[in-house]
């Protein structure tokens, strides 16, 4: 059986999985702690340069980084190809017009019922079929973090198909589409003129960047930051 790891999304991109605009996410290699430096020595013009810093492993499943000179570092990935990713969103718990327990989910206001085992665990039911009435206000629930929603609430599941590092800012228009960001208007060269950028062309990677400033850059990994990230394809399987 393949294993099992947590992942957490906003609302916005749970809505773009359920609708099927989603197939792919990036998350931000972690290095705290260690100091990197690039090939050169001091006085040459690698030292220090981030375009200089890390290699992948040989088995494309971790993200090898050199601190020193003939020192290597290895980050383990914990994201591996075959893996299941749970997904955990914004919910709480309530009930129907029967009176029956649900579980709600902020993204879409969707509600499901539980199904409760003799020991009280409990497990959502009713996945692929619609969503039961409820008799509340979804503005007036109290919800919940993604951070704890309990593995029995989680109504999505993703399998892992690809996995590979690179630099935020590497990523290409095709993949902005793939993460599942609407697309916005950004300036383009004037069809006669290229130095006069006067007319607007649509673009999902100026948008992608929007989206991962509003989300990273209070964490310090913004997009001029341009950090290492491991960028995790995956399809949707439950």
Not at 202 to 221: A, C, D, H, T
Request: proline share 7%; hydrophobic share 35%.
């Amino acid at each position: 059986m393949p294993t099992e790891k947590p992942i957490l999304f906003s609302g916005p991109m749970v809505r773009a999985i359920l609708e099927g605009r989603k197939s792919m996410t990036r998350r931000v290699v972690k290095m705290a702690g260690i100091d990197f430096r690039g090939g050169g020595g001091k006085a040459g013009p690698d030292w220090n340069d981030p375009s200089c810093w890390g290699f992948e492993d040989e088995d494309g499943r971790e993200w090898a980084l050199a601190p020193g000179d003939s020192v290597d570092e290895v980050i383990p990935c914990p994201y591996h190809r075959g893996q299941r990713l749970w997904v955990r969103e914004t919910w709480t718990e309530s009930v129907d017009k029967a009176g029956k327990a649900v579980v709600v989910y902020r993204a879409d206001g969707a509600a499901y019922g539980i199904l409760c085992d003799a020991d009280g665990e409990g497990d959502v039911v009713g996945h692929n079929s619609t969503p039961v009435e409820c008799a509340f206000d979804l503005e007036s629930l109290r919800w919940r973090p993604s951070i704890f929603m309990p593995r029995w609430a989680c109504r999505t599941m993703l399998e892992v198909t690809d996995v590979r590092v690179e630099r935020l800012q590497e990523i290409t228009e095709e993949d902005a589409i793939t993460e599942g960001v609407g697309p916005g208007f950004v300036p383009c060269p004037h069809p006669q003129f290229s130095d006069v950028q006067t007319t607007r062309c649509v673009g999902y990677r100026p948008m992608f960047q929007r989206l991962w400033n509003e989300i990273n850059s209070k964490r310090g990994f913004g997009w001029d930051v341009n950090p290492f990230v491991r960028v995790i394809s995956f399809k949707r399987v439950a």
